[in-house]
């Protein structure tokens, strides 16, 4: 109603007489029967701005309980367009487009959800064997709890398709990408993300998703220095679905059992070989597991591991070694290194060109240790020279990385959506501290907001502040003193009395107490209270900020045999 | 009229309601906001992604990798060799490109071709390979090589530029080292020209890689090519002007915000940005300035703005603006990099980048979001909000890193060329590399060797930022050089106060003395192990080995005739537990400069001021005996070993080098030898020629590191209570009065 009165009077004023038609007064009735048309229309309209949130509401209660069988069929035409292979030279400044994101004040991204469809060729064959899988339903879930998620698709930054192609193998490439280009807001792929974590398919094994995606961004499992775009792709790590079903209590870092520990299952007979070399000479160091050839397939064998018929538990054995084997299998990505990570054991990986995942951000050196795959034979000497303190910082930083970054599928599209959204705001981005520091190092690291060693001149000075209350005469000791430095540039008396005015001029008062005041008379109850203090403090920070030396800083020639006026501080001391 | 008037209301009302419905329209799908709101009254947001509550499978079968596995029959030796011969060119990376084992065998040896005769070469390149040549990478034997350096000059592949070299194609194929650039490092500043200024060098680089200035994403190989700085010819050699940072001011705002000032390109690459700078500038505190007088022929192309612009541009000094400013834009010129980068960088303006597909300077190892403002030219006029809106703590921050950067990695051609080549030693050690953190914090990758110790905790630079302390415990290394004959001798009463100290972990013994080590009963016993290690061809530096026999953080530094008590020990100790990356010590000296002689002078007089402390007796991080052995140059080593001398005063160089920070002096205490004791310090020390030598030696030392690096200090460190008017039996550390 505001809006119609302040609409109403501006037309009137300002355009309003030229645009009224002389009018007869028998079209009245006509006018006043649209007045109220209008009105009525008008009245219908604010009830709509009140009304639906209810009804909203109820249809999400309804949404809640959805089946994805009843997400809509969409039916793909044979010739629908397909998107174009994916462009090796996108950078966020070629094939972004930055303008959707904005500059807003909490530096943060926006990311649209596609609503969940099905589609189906058009004989009504799904494009996917699976659909929707598990993992990338929680994915999808967790997006929409988060800060990051818009549901409204014009003011999104990033896109999300529902469609799942985490894995490879149960898609069919090309109804997957025409299925892509349908979607309403594709755009040659700009600004959508994709998730993958298993790429490729025999015999090749392509390290980047097969399916033509345009100039979508990929944020892929088990990417090769040739196929990572650096700076727009995102390398994941591929999810253990066994991070879900297990718990590992994080161990203490220090030495293991074992040394090394190989537990993968598909390791090529060559490496395999070399394994077993390395076993016959450095014995008990190294366990070399297999799968156990008793138990059929599934989860129960997925549990278990074997060597020359004694069975382990997986993935509680790993906890049992300091290092831990990760090969490279028919692809890069392994999602054992996310098993290992959890164990807190260190991961050897062994995967040439692969690019660790989030590399852009994790300081893998600090957490692994990369040895080339031609230098399998060496590995043992190699992990031998790694002095132990290094290989308890690994351990404790690999369990941190998988914390943080690998336990579910959860913190891995949160950490992928962060390390995009410090790519468009670099300015706000986390640092490698935040990224880097397990939580007990943030709470005891230091860093000292002035952190360049500067000795910095003489000449700026020093501001003087001197606290006062009511001792007039010990005020006017200090300013006399403190005035004859040279250094001072300002001087700055804070008076801390709200029952007296600061003296104007100089005025004399008695202080008996002044004189009193002695490292060693201090009266008692004044301790007290400053212990108390202390201890307040101390609680409310959490800990003892305060450290304890023994030295103190006293002039070079500080009470030297020399003659006072060759020395820079002669008088200190002498009071 | 009264009709009129209601026609009127009417057909607004109709407009409005037409209005009402478009933007209502709008509004429909927006109503996410409406639910954002409801969720700050409690109320839990409704899901828009229906969390699928069906039974639904997992993305990876339990047995997929193993079927997948045993399908494969390729082998995996044999998948490696067919990466290598197909990423070839512009796919080229260490795995496909480079040979790791010319490097196995003899660690990172760099190769510099012989120049011929008749070869122009650029001043500036001729420092490049001479820097190379004086590294401690260099190598004579091409057969040791692990990478090779031209010496044609690569610098300036501008066809239109006096300094480029003709016909390098051919002189190129005709190397019979080149292997097709295998192993090969190219240095470019300058590619392509006008008009296009593409980045082709003009020659087939085969497989070698490039370290190049201005270098665009699209052509950056990662992780096998290098982005280098931009730098004049006038850039210094080695050494390199401290950046002007001279102290921190809080708030940290300066006069301007952010300044430019620099050329508008009126045609042609890169002039969009420049030409769009004006809509930002507001003549107050955001002033960016740009000048269409340049070339030969800007009249010709002038447009209607560049009376107003150069007039404008003509008012402000450029030196003024960057040294008050808090930011610097750094905007693409022709090509992507420019000085004004590393101008600022200096400057301590924090550099606000608007270079889109500029791969950043040694952006393998450099965060550069802790020092620069990366913008996107596309949002140009967001800039000043952006900029705005940071926050003071990391203004301070920023502008700290922009120095520290620059002077780690930037301030001469020598920190340049050698960056260059330990980025390229990380990847080729790979286990022996540095974090990311050791090539962003004080005092960087240069000084901070990997192949020390993979283990952070292990350098004394970064105990507080990981919340650790070191190890509590040190190791005294008493260096010998005179046969042991009596048990009077200074080193024996030496030993034994020093093995008293509750924080004494081992003594060594460096017999570095002609006369055969003495028996075993000679030395007196003590509490803890004594090992006594023969010198290595007792030479003066053979002190500053990283005896592997040395397994605490900190060393206790002795000479033989040393006189300390078990007191003075202990307090030293605990003061270095709070300084561990510089060296504690009791006798100090100071360099001054001589602007009669024009060059350094030593004096051991007593004055206000010290800037080394000997190490005759002294603590320091084990590190910097690696470092010492490691780092400097054989020249300055074997000078040292020559005279037997100035081994302290190098060490004291090379500390203040690293920590930019003086040494510290403890307690009172001046004299420490037997010899000395007595003599009136303030007469010149007792051998002339041994002084003399001491000045020699910093002259050539500070030559070396291209500028003076010792740093004075008027303080010293004493107990608390030290000649505090309180009963002795309350103070520590009573015996240091006493002397």
Same mark, same amino acid.
């Given at each position: 109603m505001v809006r119609l009165s302040m609409c109403a009077s501006g037309k009137y004023s300002s355009r309003g007489p030229a645009l009224i038609p002389r009018m007869k007064t028998k079209h009245r009735i006509y006018y006043i029967t649209l007045f109220s048309v209008v009105l009525l229309g008008l009245i219908a309209t604010g009830m709509f701005q009140f009304w639906p949130h209810s009804i909203e509401s109820t249809a999400d209660w309804g949404l809640d309980r959805r089946s994805v069988h009843d997400a809509p069929l969409i039916r793909l035409p044979v010739a629908n367009p397909i998107p174009e292979r994916g462009d090796l030279s996108c950078r966020m400044h070629t094939c972004f487009d930055v303008y959707r994101c904005g500059y807003n004040p909490k530096n943060r991204i926006k990311v649209y959800i596609y609503p969940l469809q099905r589609f189906v060729d058009e004989v009504g064959v799904p494009i996917s064997s699976t659909g929707l899988s598990r993992e990338y339903n929680d994915l999808l879930s967790a997006i929409s709890d988060s800060e990051f998620y818009t549901d409204d698709v014009t003011r999104a930054c990033l896109f999300v398709p529902s469609i799942d192609v985490l894995n490879q193998n149960s898609l069919r490439i090309r109804e997957t990408a025409q299925a892509l280009a &349908?979607?309403?807001?594709?755009?040659? /792929?700009?600004? *959508?993300?994709?998730?993958? &974590?298993?790429? /490729? /398919?025999?015999?090749?094994y392509n390290t980047a998703l097969d399916v033509p995606r345009d100039r979508a961004l990929l944020a892929g499992g088990g990417f090769s220095t040739w196929t990572y775009r650096q700076g727009y792709d995102v390398s994941i790590p591929v999810y253990s679905p066994l991070s879900a079903d297990v718990e590992l209590p994080e161990r203490q870092p220090g030495p293991r059992r074992y040394f090394i520990l190989s537990s993968q299952t598909a390791i090529h007979r060559e490496y395999r070989a070399e394994l077993e070399r390395l076993k016959e000479e450095n014995g008990e160091a190294l366990l070399l597991l297999d799968k156990c050839s008793n138990l059929s397939q599934g989860v129960a064998s997925a549990r278990k591991r074997c060597y020359k018929g004694q069975v382990f538990d997986y993935p509680q054995i790993l906890q049992e070694s300091s290092f831990c084997v990760v090969l490279r299998g028919a692809r890069l990505g392994q999602a054992t290194l996310s098993d290992v990570l959890q164990a807190g054991c260190v991961p050897v990986i062994l995967a040439d060109s692969y690019i660790l995942p989030f590399s852009e951000v994790l300081d893998w050196k600090r957490a692994s240790v990369v040895i080339p795959e031609e230098k399998l034979p060496e590995m043992y000497t190699i992990l031998k020279s790694i002095p132990h303190r290094q290989v308890e910082e690994m351990q404790r930083q690999a369990r941190w990385f998988w914390d943080a970054y690998f336990s579910s599928m959860k913190a891995i599209g949160m950490t992928t959506l962060q390390i995009i959204n410090d790519r468009i705001y670099p300015y706000a981005a986390r640092t490698y501290e935040q990224w880097n520091n397990p939580p007990l190092v943030k709470w005891s690291s230091v860093n000292s907001p002035l952190f360049l060693p500067l000795i910095p001149p003489r000449s700026p000075g020093f501001t003087a502040v001197v606290l006062t209350y009511d001792r007039i005469e010990s005020l006017f000791r200090v300013i006399t003193e403190i005035s004859k430095v040279p250094s001072l540039a300002k001087l700055l008396v804070v008076w801390n009395n709200q029952n007296k005015s600061p003296p104007e001029g100089e005025k004399k008062f008695k202080c008996p107490e002044c004189t009193a005041i002695d490292g060693l008379s201090l009266d008692q109850? *004044? &301790?007290?209270?400053?212990?108390?203090?202390?201890?307040?403090?101390?609680?409310?920070? /959490?800990? &003892?900020?305060?450290?304890?030396?023994? *030295?103190?800083?006293?002039?070079?020639?500080y009470k030297d045999d020399f003659p006072e006026k060759l020395k820079s501080f002669p008088n200190i001391g002498s009071l | 009229m009264q009709a009129k008037k209601r026609y009127l209301i009417l057909l607004s009302a109709g407009t409005c309601l037409v209005l009402l419905f478009y933007f209502g329209g709008v509004q429909l799908p927006s109503s996410g906001r409406n639910r954002h709101d409801r969720s700050h009254n409690g109320y839990r947001p409704d899901q828009p992604w229906p969390h699928f509550s069906d039974p639904l499978q997992q993305f990876l079968l339990w047995d997929q990798p193993d079927t997948e596995e045993y399908n494969i029959h390729i082998s995996p030796r044999q998948k490696?060799?067919?990466?290598?011969?197909?990423?070839?060119?512009?796919?080229?990376?260490?795995?496909?490109?480079?040979?790791?084992?010319?490097?196995?065998?003899?660690?990172?040896?760099?190769?510099?071709?012989?120049? #011929?005769?008749?070869?122009?070469?650029?001043?500036?390149?001729?420092?490049? +390979?001479?820097?190379?040549?004086?590294?401690r990478f260099y190598t004579t034997d091409p057969g040791q090589a692990c990478l090779f350096i031209l010496s044609l000059d690569t610098l300036d592949r501008d066809s239109l530029s006096p300094q480029y070299v003709h016909n390098l194609k051919t002189k190129v194929q005709n190397l019979h080292l080149w292997n097709?650039?295998?192993?090969?490092?190219?240095?470019?500043?300058?590619?392509?020209?006008?008009?296009?200024?593409?980045?082709?060098?003009?020659?087939?680089?085969? @497989?070698?890689?490039?370290?190049?200035?201005?270098?665009?994403?699209?052509?950056? !190989? %990662?992780?096998?090519?290098?982005?280098?700085?931009?730098?004049?010819?006038?850039?210094p050699r080695t050494g390199g002007d401290r950046g002007y940072l001279k102290y921190n001011s809080i708030p940290p705002f300066r006069k301007y915000m952010l300044v430019f000032k620099g050329k508008r390109y009126?045609?042609?690459?890169?002039? =969009?940005?420049?030409?769009?700078?004006?809509?930002?500038?507001? @003549?107050?505190?955001?002033? +960016?300035?740009?000048?269409?007088?340049?070339?030969?022929?800007?009249?010709?192309?002038?447009?209607?703005?560049?009376?107003?612009?150069?007039?404008?541009?003509?008012?402000?000094d450029y030196r003024e603006m960057l040294h008050n400013s808090t930011f610097c834009l750094v905007p693409r010129g022709r090509r992507l990099g420019s000085f004004r980068f590393l101008e600022a960088l200096q400057a301590a303006c924090v550099p606000v980048m608007l270079s889109n597909g500029w791969e950043l300077p040694f952006s393998e190892i450099i965060n550069w979001n802790t020092a620069a403002?990366?913008? =996107?030219?596309?949002?140009?006029? #967001?800039? %000043?909000?952006?900029?705005?809106?940071?926050?003071?703590?990391?203004?301070?921050?920023?502008?700290?890193?922009?120095?520290?950067?620059?002077?780690?990695?930037?301030?001469? $051609?020598?920190?340049?060329v050698l960056t260059t080549l330990e980025i390229i030693q990380d990847r080729v050690l790979q286990q022996e590399s540095r974090s990311t953190l050791m090539w962003n914090s004080h005092p960087g990758g240069l000084f901070a060797l990997p192949q020390y110790s993979a283990h952070l905790g292990d350098f004394p630079?970064?105990?507080?930022? +990981?919340?650790?302390?070191?190890? %509590?415990?040190?190791?005294?290394?008493?260096?010998?050089?005179?046969?042991?004959?009596? #048990?009077?001798?200074?080193?024996?009463?030496?030993?034994?106060?020093?093995?008293?100290? @509750?924080?004494?972990?081992?003594?060594?013994? +460096?017999?570095?003395?002609?006369?055969?080590?003495?028996?075993?009963?000679r030395w007196p016993a003590t509490s803890v192990p004594v090992i006594v290690i023969e010198g290595e061809n007792k030479v003066m530096s053979s002190r500053f080995l990283p005896y592997e026999t040395i397994v605490t953080d900190a060393v206790l530094s002795l000479d033989e005739d040393t006189v300390l008590s078990t007191t003075e020990v202990d307090f030293a100790f605990t003061v270095w537990q709070s300084f561990p990356e510089r060296l504690v010590g009791y006798p100090a000296r100071s360099h001054f400069w001589d602007s009669n002689k024009e060059r350094w002078g030593y004096t051991s007089k007593w004055t206000n001021d010290y800037s080394m402390v000997l190490t005759g007796a002294a603590i320091y991080h084990r590190y910097y005996h690696f470092l010492y052995t490691n780092f400097l140059p054989a020249s300055l080593k074997g000078m040292v070993d020559q005279l037997a001398n100035c081994e302290d005063i190098l060490m004291n160089f090379l500390v203040s080098a690293v920590t930019k920070l003086p040494p510290i002096k403890v307690t009172q205490k001046k004299q420490y030898k037997e010899t000395m004791m007595g003599q009136?310090?303030?007469?010149?020390?007792?051998?002339?020629?041994?002084?003399?030598?001491?000045?020699?030696?910093?002259?050539?030392?500070?030559?070396?590191?291209?500028?003076?690096?010792?740093?004075?200090? @008027?303080?010293?460190?004493?107990?608390?209570?030290?000649?505090?008017? $309180?009963?002795?039996?309350?103070?520590?550390? !009573?015996d240091i009065e006493r002397l």
């Amino acid at each position: 109603m505001v809006r119609l009165s302040m609409c109403a009077s501006g037309k009137y004023s300002s355009r309003g007489p030229a645009l009224i038609p002389r009018m007869k007064t028998k079209h009245r009735i006509y006018y006043i029967t649209l007045f109220s048309v209008v009105l009525l229309g008008l009245i219908a309209t604010g009830m709509f701005q009140f009304w639906p949130h209810s009804i909203e509401s109820t249809a999400d209660w309804g949404l809640d309980r959805r089946s994805v069988h009843d997400a809509p069929l969409i039916r793909l035409p044979v010739a629908n367009p397909i998107p174009e292979r994916g462009d090796l030279s996108c950078r966020m400044h070629t094939c972004f487009d930055v303008y959707r994101c904005g500059y807003n004040p909490k530096n943060r991204i926006k990311v649209y959800i596609y609503p969940l469809q099905r589609f189906v060729d058009e004989v009504g064959v799904p494009i996917s064997s699976t659909g929707l899988s598990r993992e990338y339903n929680d994915l999808l879930s967790a997006i929409s709890d988060s800060e990051f998620y818009t549901d409204d698709v014009t003011r999104a930054c990033l896109f999300v398709p529902s469609i799942d192609v985490l894995n490879q193998n149960s898609l069919r490439i090309r109804e997957t990408a025409q299925a892509l280009a &349908m979607l309403p807001r594709w755009d040659k /792929g700009m600004n *959508h993300l994709l998730f993958n &974590m298993l790429p /490729g /398919g025999p015999p090749d094994y392509n390290t980047a998703l097969d399916v033509p995606r345009d100039r979508a961004l990929l944020a892929g499992g088990g990417f090769s220095t040739w196929t990572y775009r650096q700076g727009y792709d995102v390398s994941i790590p591929v999810y253990s679905p066994l991070s879900a079903d297990v718990e590992l209590p994080e161990r203490q870092p220090g030495p293991r059992r074992y040394f090394i520990l190989s537990s993968q299952t598909a390791i090529h007979r060559e490496y395999r070989a070399e394994l077993e070399r390395l076993k016959e000479e450095n014995g008990e160091a190294l366990l070399l597991l297999d799968k156990c050839s008793n138990l059929s397939q599934g989860v129960a064998s997925a549990r278990k591991r074997c060597y020359k018929g004694q069975v382990f538990d997986y993935p509680q054995i790993l906890q049992e070694s300091s290092f831990c084997v990760v090969l490279r299998g028919a692809r890069l990505g392994q999602a054992t290194l996310s098993d290992v990570l959890q164990a807190g054991c260190v991961p050897v990986i062994l995967a040439d060109s692969y690019i660790l995942p989030f590399s852009e951000v994790l300081d893998w050196k600090r957490a692994s240790v990369v040895i080339p795959e031609e230098k399998l034979p060496e590995m043992y000497t190699i992990l031998k020279s790694i002095p132990h303190r290094q290989v308890e910082e690994m351990q404790r930083q690999a369990r941190w990385f998988w914390d943080a970054y690998f336990s579910s599928m959860k913190a891995i599209g949160m950490t992928t959506l962060q390390i995009i959204n410090d790519r468009i705001y670099p300015y706000a981005a986390r640092t490698y501290e935040q990224w880097n520091n397990p939580p007990l190092v943030k709470w005891s690291s230091v860093n000292s907001p002035l952190f360049l060693p500067l000795i910095p001149p003489r000449s700026p000075g020093f501001t003087a502040v001197v606290l006062t209350y009511d001792r007039i005469e010990s005020l006017f000791r200090v300013i006399t003193e403190i005035s004859k430095v040279p250094s001072l540039a300002k001087l700055l008396v804070v008076w801390n009395n709200q029952n007296k005015s600061p003296p104007e001029g100089e005025k004399k008062f008695k202080c008996p107490e002044c004189t009193a005041i002695d490292g060693l008379s201090l009266d008692q109850t *004044h &301790m007290v209270e400053r212990s108390e203090c202390i201890n307040k403090f101390a609680s409310v920070f /959490g800990t &003892m900020p305060l450290k304890v030396v023994e *030295h103190r800083a006293d002039p070079v020639l500080y009470k030297d045999d020399f003659p006072e006026k060759l020395k820079s501080f002669p008088n200190i001391g002498s009071l | 009229m009264q009709a009129k008037k209601r026609y009127l209301i009417l057909l607004s009302a109709g407009t409005c309601l037409v209005l009402l419905f478009y933007f209502g329209g709008v509004q429909l799908p927006s109503s996410g906001r409406n639910r954002h709101d409801r969720s700050h009254n409690g109320y839990r947001p409704d899901q828009p992604w229906p969390h699928f509550s069906d039974p639904l499978q997992q993305f990876l079968l339990w047995d997929q990798p193993d079927t997948e596995e045993y399908n494969i029959h390729i082998s995996p030796r044999q998948k490696r060799d067919v990466n290598t011969s197909v990423y070839k060119g512009k796919r080229c990376r260490m795995d496909s490109c480079f040979d790791f084992s010319a490097c196995k065998r003899n660690d990172f040896k760099v190769y510099v071709y012989p120049q #011929q005769k008749g070869e122009k070469i650029s001043e500036s390149y001729q420092n490049i +390979l001479s820097i190379v040549e004086g590294s401690r990478f260099y190598t004579t034997d091409p057969g040791q090589a692990c990478l090779f350096i031209l010496s044609l000059d690569t610098l300036d592949r501008d066809s239109l530029s006096p300094q480029y070299v003709h016909n390098l194609k051919t002189k190129v194929q005709n190397l019979h080292l080149w292997n097709n650039g295998r192993n090969h490092l190219i240095f470019n500043l300058y590619s392509g020209t006008w008009p296009d200024y593409t980045e082709d060098l003009g020659f087939d680089i085969g @497989q070698a890689m490039l370290a190049k200035a201005s270098i665009s994403t699209e052509i950056f !190989r %990662p992780n096998f090519d290098v982005s280098i700085p931009l730098f004049s010819k006038e850039h210094p050699r080695t050494g390199g002007d401290r950046g002007y940072l001279k102290y921190n001011s809080i708030p940290p705002f300066r006069k301007y915000m952010l300044v430019f000032k620099g050329k508008r390109y009126l045609t042609g690459i890169g002039s =969009d940005t420049r030409n769009a700078l004006y809509h930002v500038h507001n @003549q107050e505190d955001v002033v +960016l300035l740009t000048t269409c007088k340049h070339g030969k022929d800007w009249q010709k192309h002038k447009d209607a703005r560049c009376e107003k612009d150069n007039a404008e541009y003509d008012k402000y000094d450029y030196r003024e603006m960057l040294h008050n400013s808090t930011f610097c834009l750094v905007p693409r010129g022709r090509r992507l990099g420019s000085f004004r980068f590393l101008e600022a960088l200096q400057a301590a303006c924090v550099p606000v980048m608007l270079s889109n597909g500029w791969e950043l300077p040694f952006s393998e190892i450099i965060n550069w979001n802790t020092a620069a403002v990366i913008g =996107d030219e596309r949002l140009l006029l #967001q800039i %000043p909000s952006t900029v705005r809106s940071i926050h003071q703590d990391k203004i301070l921050a920023l502008r700290q890193q922009t120095q520290f950067l620059w002077e780690a990695y930037f301030s001469s $051609v020598e920190k340049i060329v050698l960056t260059t080549l330990e980025i390229i030693q990380d990847r080729v050690l790979q286990q022996e590399s540095r974090s990311t953190l050791m090539w962003n914090s004080h005092p960087g990758g240069l000084f901070a060797l990997p192949q020390y110790s993979a283990h952070l905790g292990d350098f004394p630079f970064y105990y507080a930022t +990981l919340g650790i302390k070191p190890y %509590p415990k040190f190791t005294a290394v008493i260096h010998a050089v005179t046969p042991l004959v009596s #048990q009077s001798q200074p080193i024996l009463k030496l030993l034994v106060s020093v093995a008293k100290s @509750q924080y004494c972990a081992q003594i060594i013994v +460096l017999w570095n003395c002609d006369k055969p080590l003495p028996a075993k009963h000679r030395w007196p016993a003590t509490s803890v192990p004594v090992i006594v290690i023969e010198g290595e061809n007792k030479v003066m530096s053979s002190r500053f080995l990283p005896y592997e026999t040395i397994v605490t953080d900190a060393v206790l530094s002795l000479d033989e005739d040393t006189v300390l008590s078990t007191t003075e020990v202990d307090f030293a100790f605990t003061v270095w537990q709070s300084f561990p990356e510089r060296l504690v010590g009791y006798p100090a000296r100071s360099h001054f400069w001589d602007s009669n002689k024009e060059r350094w002078g030593y004096t051991s007089k007593w004055t206000n001021d010290y800037s080394m402390v000997l190490t005759g007796a002294a603590i320091y991080h084990r590190y910097y005996h690696f470092l010492y052995t490691n780092f400097l140059p054989a020249s300055l080593k074997g000078m040292v070993d020559q005279l037997a001398n100035c081994e302290d005063i190098l060490m004291n160089f090379l500390v203040s080098a690293v920590t930019k920070l003086p040494p510290i002096k403890v307690t009172q205490k001046k004299q420490y030898k037997e010899t000395m004791m007595g003599q009136v310090s303030l007469a010149p020390p007792h051998n002339l020629s041994l002084w003399i030598f001491r000045q020699t030696c910093m002259n050539k030392f500070a030559s070396w590191f291209g500028g003076m690096p010792l740093v004075h200090s @008027q303080m010293r460190l004493d107990p608390v209570l030290f000649k505090d008017q $309180v009963s002795i039996l309350r103070k520590k550390y !009573r015996d240091i009065e006493r002397l």
